[in-house]
């Protein structure tokens, strides 16, 4: 690796000017200023880009660092776990939960290339070790851990032991970020050897001698940024940096200085060597030679606050100009304790719910899924990017607790599509997507199967955009496009009740295109029924096959059903018993729905030698042209329709409730 010259990376959502200093402060709930010096303009961001998956800068150039993004997620809460993840060959992201001991004392676990480590939540940490990374180790991120007490009493200069929190030797590509260091015997951080492209952000260190240096050959190469750090109880290297290409050092806040009457080697920033380095509002509280410089070295400092600080404040040279490379943040230096404070270290919104990004990270939808950790434990979002997706789609039941969410501006710009039918492959082969697993919430998609039955003449014509086996699976913002059997919601056997809950979506078809066993709520959505161009007989949007056992099947409530059908020529629905099976027998409630003139009069038929007398079927207080009563209409009586609701379907023995977020 060489050191890059001139090159510039624009990152999104910076380069707002704010109005003034005193706006910012106060829009962080900051209170006042205090003694902030002249600084140039600073520029804000929203706050949410503190909590950012993605480094900022110089590990983000030069191709940038993602860790272990698209690679597969684990959790670990051993030391054994977390070696064999860290020193597989294959990207991982690897989340840590809870406290890992390091035995024997002072391990230094080995992590390879194309790793994200991450602690879960803000309780994560990593005792008595740490980690390092060997000569060419790159694109490693870890983040929002504890890493703490490998220190030995009485052993202050660590000369014979030599346990860093982290270590990096000839590494590349490296982003350390909201971790906490303490008590560290020797350095807490150590970028060694020729590193390169390195940023290291929002961390704080504490309680320690040797710091955190950068340096250790004669050579000129490394390119660091170091922003938003908190150095507090530390006695010297905060950092020191010798013979580095580029030291960016910004925003970084050094307060209760250890001291120990040392008066050269108790001190703050330090230029060796060749170092170019660039200092920007920051502020030093109490700090012996806040900064100072070689005189073979460079540093420019801007806009920082001093507080209390007596020794050295050396400034020489040009050094260089950060925005030459990339952009980014600059908070006034007066506002900067407080910002540390609050976003520095690990943090509890950081490591819980894990976005994969399609295709981003992940080439396909499928390729996310596999990522998933089986028997995950906190929620995983699979971002997906406006686009075509032409795959096919299995989440199993090992599993749970996703959500796919679609990113464009409306469900039709994200389809998952395919095209298979029930002739290859039975009709649940035939599906486009395929959920076993329980939790699963799809939102802002178009689940397809463009199969064109028009165009072929086939056994098994039925093919389903999406199938679920799952309980408590959530559609919301969702189209569903087909023909027959479009949505199947089912359970895993017979007398197992799965729930489904449907909002806000659109969904087609011609034959049965609402169909299984599963308990649904269909609220607030649009049912398309095709017309299959006859004039007595389009179809059936039902197709119910709920256990006899089961009081709760489908309901469809403040919807509206549309079709370009002729009048009277489509069922609302019909009784499946799979396979024979007497003890399925359907349930679907209809209710406060608009009907079309293409609605039978007698709009439920028999199936297969069951007759829908036998179902159980029912409306109430339907409206539009379709919803005229008659003798084969059964409508619900007021009483009856009260206990008839959203939540008495869904609600279970474990009081599930989807539909409250929007209530």
């Keep these: 690796m060489t050191h890059l010259r001139s090159k510039r990376l624009s990152r999104p959502g910076h380069g707002k000017v704010v109005a003034t200093v005193l706006g910012l402060v106060a829009a962080l709930g900051l209170g006042a200023i205090g003694e902030a010096q002249a600084a140039p303009p600073a520029q804000a961001a929203?706050?949410?880009?503190?909590?950012?998956?993605?480094?900022?800068?110089?590990?983000?150039?030069?191709?940038?660092?993602?860790?272990?993004?698209?690679?597969?997620?684990?959790?670990v809460t051993d030391q054994a776990a977390l070696a064999k993840y860290a020193a597989a060959e294959e990207p991982y992201v690897i989340r840590v939960k809870g406290s890992v001991e390091m035995d024997p004392f002072g391990t230094e676990i080995p992590v390879a290339s194309d790793k994200t480590i991450i602690g879960v939540s803000d309780s994560a940490e990593i005792v008595h070790g740490g980690f390092t990374l060997d000569p060419g180790t790159h694109n490693v991120v870890i983040r929002?851990?504890?890493?703490?007490?490998?220190?030995?009493?009485?052993?202050?200069?660590?000369?014979?032991?030599?346990?860093?929190?982290?270590?990096?030797?000839?590494?590349?590509?490296?982003?350390?970020?909201?971790?906490?260091?303490?008590?560290?015997?020797?350095?807490?951080?150590?970028?060694?050897?020729?590193?390169e492209y390195v940023t290291v952000s929002y961390n704080q260190f504490t309680n320690n001698n040797k710091t955190f240096g950068i340096g250790w050959t004669p050579n000129v190469r490394t390119q660091i940024t170091v922003d938003h750090n908190w150095f507090r109880g530390t006695k010297q290297r905060n950092p020191s940096a010798d013979n580095c290409a580029y030291a960016h050092l910004y925003n970084n806040y050094l307060s209760s200085q250890l001291s120990d009457g040392d008066p050269v080697w108790t001190y703050g920033n330090w230029s060796r060597g060749r170092t170019k380095m660039v200092i920007e509002n920051s502020y030093y509280d109490g700090v012996q030679h806040p900064y100072q410089a070689d005189t073979t070295a460079e540093?420019?400092?801007?806009?920082?606050?001093?507080?209390?600080?007596?020794?050295?404040?050396?400034?020489?040279?040009?050094?260089?100009?950060?925005?030459?490379?990339?952009?980014?943040?600059?908070?006034?230096?007066?506002?900067?304790?407080?910002?540390?404070?609050?976003?520095?270290?690990?943090?509890?919104?950081?490591?819980?719910?894990?976005?994969?990004?399609?295709?981003?990270?992940?080439?396909?939808?499928?390729s996310a899924v596999d990522a998933v950790p089986d028997g995950n434990d906190t929620p995983v979002e699979i971002a997906v990017a406006p686009g075509t997706y032409r795959e096919k789609v299995y989440i199993p039941a090992s599993k749970p607790n996703l959500l796919l969410r679609g990113t464009g501006r409306d469900r039709s710009d994200t389809v998952v599509v395919y095209d298979t039918p029930a002739e290859y492959g039975g009709s649940t082969g035939s599906a486009t997507v395929r959920i076993a697993a329980n939790d699963v919430t799809a939102r802002n998609l178009t689940f397809s199967n463009d199969f064109d039955e028009a165009a072929h003449e086939l056994k098994g014509e039925q093919a389903l955009a999406m199938k679920t086996t799952g309980d408590r699976i959530v559609f919301e913002d969702t189209a569903f496009l087909g023909n027959q059997d479009t949505l199947m919601t089912d359970s895993p056997k017979l007398t197992t009740v799965s729930r489904v809950y449907v909002r806000d979506s659109s969904i087609e078809g011609d034959v049965d295109f609402l169909y299984g066993r599963a308990t649904t709520v269909i609220e607030r959505s649009v049912i398309r029924a095709l017309s299959r161009g006859s004039d007595t007989n389009n179809g059936y949007i039902t197709a119910a096959s709920t256990w006899t056992g089961n009081p709760h099947g489908f309901l469809i409530t403040r919807s509206k059903i549309v079709s370009d059908a002729p009048a009277g020529s489509f069922h609302l629905g019909r009784p499946w018993h799979p396979g024979g099976e007497p003890d399925a027998v359907a349930q679907v409630l209809i209710r406060d729905t608009e009907l079309p003139a293409a609605i039978k009069s007698a709009p439920w038929t028999d199936m297969s030698g069951f007759s829908w007398k036998d179902a159980r079927f029912a409306e109430y207080r339907n409206h539009g042209p379709g919803a005229t009563v008659t003798a084969d209409r059964p409508q619900l009586?007021?009483?009856?329709?009260?206990?008839?609701?959203?939540?008495?379907?869904?609600?279970?023995?474990?009081?599930?409730?989807?539909?409250?977020?929007h209530h």
Excluded: M
């Design 46 to 75: 929203p706050a949410a880009d503190r909590w950012t998956d993605r480094p900022h800068g110089f590990a983000s150039l030069a191709g940038g660092t993602t860790g272990g993004a698209g690679g597969k997620i684990v959790t």
């Design 144 to 195: 929002n851990l504890t890493i703490r007490d490998t220190a030995i009493e009485g052993n202050w200069d660590c000369k014979d032991t030599d346990f860093d929190g982290i270590r990096l030797d000839t590494a590349h590509h490296v982003w350390i970020d909201h971790i906490r260091f303490s008590r560290i015997c020797d350095g807490q951080l150590d970028i060694r050897k020729d590193s």
């Design 299 to 366: 540093l420019v400092q801007r806009g920082s606050v001093l507080r209390n600080t007596s020794g050295r404040h050396d400034a020489w040279g040009a050094a260089f100009d950060p925005r030459e490379f990339y952009d980014y943040r600059l908070d006034p230096a007066a506002a900067v304790p407080a910002l540390v404070k609050r976003f520095s270290g690990p943090q509890k919104r950081i490591g819980g719910p894990v976005v994969l990004h399609v295709p981003g990270a992940y080439p396909t939808v499928q």
């Design 637 to 661: 009586s007021d009483e009856e329709a009260r206990s008839q609701t959203v939540a008495a379907y869904l609600k279970g023995t474990d009081h599930w409730a989807p539909y409250a977020r």
